[in-house]
């Protein structure tokens, strides 16, 4: 019988459900976009059953054609990271909506924890930075100040998890409460040397640990599911991992010093490691990059806030673009940036800079600044972010990178391809799988049913498009320059 993988992809913006060959040809794929909700300044959430919802509707959508023909199915999960739902495990219901990774509710609570000190045990265990961007202050938030949840909490009623967490004991009709590595290694509460929960952690943010889910690699089971009917016989959900880190599984970074960057409504900058951890360069961060095939994989990584989102809110609240297409348009019409810089800190600054605090601005208009100038300092900041982050990594590291691979969105952005190439000076090479995240969800489904027993085997079904080649560096030295000078006018 013929066998096909769905690929869910719960992002920030939108779910997607990407149907794979078993040779890794994209057959199918479905899109439903979720409300961004906004209930005061810096607070972000998303409605958790919303989420579910869209991802069964996606899941009927990319099988619809298959009606009648003998296939069999297995479902694969990436997902937004951070994002964390905290849910009543006797009726099923959120006890409020899910707390975005952009969401800043938590930096009093951050604060608090910096303030006593409590930096170096964090980052030593679990290998971030306290910050809000992370899981625990979210869900620390809300057993604090959702009425009746600290209560619940305490009696073991309640669960936590980010999001492919709240997916899977949804699918599975609350049969299954797990995670995988990945994604407990972005809450703050993981040990990633021991690959567990640590109960100091757990302490500092005083999260009961009855709260937590069951820890897994990547290429696990993760129980079954009929996606509310839509299947007659329960099929398997195999292949489990954080968005950023299936990009690197579907870039096939699988050995040491290969990168990648996603770009998306933020982006994630990862360099794997190896089998060994290490602390990070200042600034960034060290997460478990994959588990597979008895092995565990650490990378540094980086994260920025704002990316893609940048060019949505020139779309959507500027209105200087009707489309995220029409931008490249505008930047190329003029031969510069003009002097303007956007630093686009809408949700603070993130890796490798890390101020919550600090707010979106653009800087250095004059009268003879243009919209494309303006859609120009915006693509730029793209590429700047990310080149801050492979800097850190090369130079504090010592990492030498022979080409980045990136995936997303932007990356059909000729001038921000190009524009990025010469920034770091290697070559830039785009996957032709543009979800690379949902890619790197199939392979681990692969590793889990014992199609591929290698890394190299499953590297065989990846192919790259033609390299952007990086030109005279010189042309992008000083705007380089001009845009390190207005991050730090932001941070003095």
């Known amino acids: 019988m013929e066998h096909q993988v769905i690929s869910i992809d719960q992002s920030t913006q939108s779910t997607k459900a990407l149907l794979f060959a078993e040779d890794g040809r994209l057959l199918k794929m479905a899109s439903i976009r979720h409300?961004?909700?906004?209930p005061r300044e810096g607070w972000v959430e998303h409605d958790p059953e919303t989420l579910y919802k869209n991802t069964i509707w996606v899941i009927n959508e990319v099988i619809s054609g298959?009606?009648?023909?003998?296939?069999?199915?297995?479902?694969?999960?990436?997902?937004?990271?951070?994002?964390?739902?905290?849910?009543?495990?006797?009726?099923?219901?959120p006890v409020s909506n899910a707390v975005v990774w952009q969401c800043m509710r938590g930096k009093e609570i951050c604060d608090a924890l910096k303030a006593r000190g409590c930096d170096a045990l964090v980052q030593e265990r679990s290998g971030l930075l306290i910050d809000p961007y992370f899981s625990a202050s979210g869900a620390k938030w809300i057993l604090d100040h959702v009425a009746g949840a600290r209560e619940a909490a305490e009696a073991g009623d309640l669960l936590m998890g980010t999001v492919e967490c709240w997916l899977i004991w949804k699918l599975t009709g609350g049969k299954v409460h797990a995670t995988d590595y990945t994604n407990a290694?972005?809450?703050?509460?993981?040990?990633?040397?021991?690959?567990?929960?640590?109960?100091?952690?757990?302490?500092?943010f005083t999260i009961p640990r009855s709260m937590m889910a069951d820890l897994r690699p990547c290429d696990a089971f993760y129980g079954e599911t009929t996606a509310e009917g839509i299947f007659e016989k329960p099929i398997p959900i195999a292949g489990v991992l954080g968005d950023s880190h299936g990009a690197l599984a579907g870039q096939m970074c699988f050995g040491a010093g290969l990168g990648k960057a996603t770009y998306g409504t933020g982006s994630?900058?990862?360099?794997?490691?190896?089998?060994?951890?290490?602390?990070?360069?200042?600034?960034?961060?060290?997460?478990?990059?994959?588990?597979?095939l008895g092995k565990v994989f650490y990378a540094f990584e980086g994260n920025i806030h704002c990316t893609g989102a940048t060019i949505t809110w020139l779309k959507d609240k500027l209105e200087l673009i009707a489309g995220a297409g029409e931008?490249?348009?505008?930047?190329?019409?003029?031969?510069?940036?003009?002097?303007?810089?956007?630093?686009?800190a809408f949700a603070g600054l993130g890796a490798p800079w890390?101020?919550?605090?600090?707010?979106?601005?653009?800087?250095?208009?004059?009268?003879?600044?243009?919209k494309a100038h303006v859609c120009r300092a915006a693509l730029e900041s793209i590429g700047f972010q990310v080149a801050d982050l492979v800097k850190a990594m090369t130079e504090s590291a010592g990492i030498d990178l022979k080409e980045i691979r990136v995936d997303g969105g932007p990356t059909k952005n000729a001038f921000l391809m190009q524009f990025q190439s010469d920034l770091l000076q290697v070559p830039v090479v785009r996957s032709e799988v543009e979800d690379a995240s949902a890619f790197g969800a199939f392979v681990m489904n692969g590793f889990a049913r014992g199609k591929w027993?290698?890394?190299d085997q499953a590297a065989s079904v990846w192919n790259g498009e033609a390299p952007v080649l990086p030109q005279s560096y010189d042309t992008v030295e000083k705007a380089y320059e001009g845009w390190q000078a207005a991050v730090r006018q932001l941070i003095k």
Not at 270 to 286: F, K, S
């Open 453 to 455: 027993t290698s890394f």
């Open 354 to 370: 890390w101020h919550p605090e600090v707010k979106a601005q653009i800087c250095g208009l004059s009268l003879g600044s243009s």
């Open 268 to 292: 994630s900058v990862m360099v794997n490691i190896g089998e060994n951890c290490a602390n990070p360069p200042a600034g960034l961060v060290t997460s478990v990059g994959f588990a597979a």
């Open 66 to 93: 298959n009606a009648g023909r003998e296939v069999g199915y297995s479902l694969a999960l990436t997902n937004q990271r951070e994002t964390v739902v905290v849910w009543n495990k006797k009726t099923g219901k």
């Open 327 to 344: 931008i490249e348009g505008f930047a190329t019409s003029v031969p510069d940036n003009g002097g303007v810089y956007f630093v686009p």
């Open 35 to 38: 409300e961004q909700i906004y």
């Open 185 to 204: 290694s972005r809450t703050l509460l993981f040990n990633i040397h021991t690959l567990d929960w640590d109960q100091d952690l757990l302490d500092l």
